[in-house]
């Protein structure tokens, strides 16, 4: 039982994450090249379709955004936590369906088997990931977003770890 109400749990945070493929201007465009990641990029000024989702350190502490933008070449997807927080580690996957996260037998994501991981030395407090927008105009994408936060007391030194998820809602 408690292993289905995570599953729904984790079904339901990727499902926040859920972005729907549409065109800033062109209608007809095909892409061949493969998914290859293009990291710590500057996000240009033609994007569109800006969505943002919480990030979720520990379960229920609001420690950022995740913001997830397009054009007809990339898919921008930028972190930002705030306050005392920075992020030492970051993973990001992108599937056409919720099975396509990498998760273990419960169904609860494995982030360590993500398309991407980016550690951070020392802890940043922003980070933009760009991946080749290979998706059809109208096809829904999952993105999961799951950082190693850190909160920083004064003096810059480590005080509190957790795990964090991006989402429209806390949840474990």
Same mark, same amino acid.
């Given at each position: /039982?408690?292993?289905?109400?995570?599953?729904?749990?984790?079904?339901?945070?990727?499902?926040?994450?859920?972005?729907?493929?549409? &065109?800033?201007?062109?209608?007809?465009?095909?892409?061949?090249?493969?998914?290859?990641?293009?990291?710590?990029?500057?996000?240009?000024?033609?994007?569109?379709?800006?969505? $943002?989702?919480?990030?979720?350190?520990?379960? $229920?502490?609001?420690?950022? /955004?995740?913001?997830?933008?397009?054009?007809?070449?990339?898919?921008?997807? &930028?972190?930002?936590?705030?306050?005392?927080?920075?992020?030492?580690?970051?993973?990001?996957?992108?599937?056409?369906?919720?099975?396509?996260?990498? &998760?273990?037998?419960?169904?609860?994501?494995?982030?360590?088997?993500? /398309?991407?991981?980016?550690?951070?030395?020392?802890?940043? &407090?922003?980070?933009?990931?760009?991946?080749?927008?290979?998706?059809?105009?109208?096809?829904?994408?999952?993105?999961?977003?799951?950082?190693?936060?850190?909160?920083?007391?004064?003096?810059?030194?480590?005080?509190?770890?957790?795990?964090?998820?991006?989402?429209?809602?806390?949840?474990?």
């Amino acid at each position: /039982m408690k292993a289905k109400i995570l599953q729904l749990r984790w079904l339901t945070i990727l499902l926040a994450l859920t972005v729907t493929m549409s &065109s800033c201007e062109k209608e007809d465009v095909t892409v061949t090249e493969s998914l290859t990641l293009k990291s710590s990029v500057i996000i240009p000024d033609d994007v569109c379709g800006a969505e $943002s989702f919480t990030i979720w350190a520990g379960q $229920s502490i609001d420690v950022g /955004m995740v913001t997830i933008q397009k054009n007809d070449e990339n898919i921008f997807i &930028s972190i930002e936590t705030s306050g005392n927080w920075k992020f030492q580690l970051s993973h990001v996957h992108i599937a056409t369906t919720p099975e396509g996260i990498p &998760s273990n037998k419960q169904g609860i994501p494995v982030p360590g088997k993500f /398309m991407e991981q980016t550690p951070h030395t020392p802890p940043v &407090s922003t980070f933009n990931y760009a991946f080749p927008n290979i998706y059809d105009i109208g096809q829904t994408i999952y993105i999961a977003v799951h950082l190693e936060a850190v909160k920083l007391d004064g003096m810059g030194e480590i005080v509190q770890e957790e795990t964090a998820w991006a989402g429209n809602e806390p949840g474990n």
